[in-house]
């Protein structure tokens, strides 16, 4: 299941409704199950506000998630695919 880090900034709507963001991470993870996968997201200090794990089925699936969620305006994003160990293993014996 691929697997995508979200770095995630506020934008000026999402600051305006910060009491809102547990309720927002909340429906995230709804429409996150509603296509197939799951995202774990922590709120973070520093250069970014928002830190997500997201696990989709496909590609698309993550596409089809990060575009409904950049629609909503509260939250502008960085998003990078991500591999655990044995998958790097393996690409690692094809080079």
């Given amino acids: ?7 995630g900034n506020w934008t000026e709507q999402g600051i305006k409704n910060v009491r ?10 709804e429409a996150a199950a509603k296509r197939g996968g799951k995202i774990d997201i922590w ?3 520093g250069r970014y506000d928002i830190v997500g794990v997201l696990d989709m089925p496909t590609s698309e699936a993550a596409l089809s998630f990060l575009v409904a969620l950049g629609m909503q305006g509260n939250i502008e994003t960085e998003t990078l695919p991500a591999w655990d160990a ?6 690692l014996k094809t080079v």
């Fill in 1 to 7: 299941m691929p697997k995508f880090v979200i770095l």
């Fill in 86 to 91: 044995s998958t790097v293993d393996e690409v």
């Fill in 20 to 29: 809102e963001t547990t309720k927002r991470a909340q429906a995230a993870k």
């Fill in 43 to 45: 709120w973070t200090m």
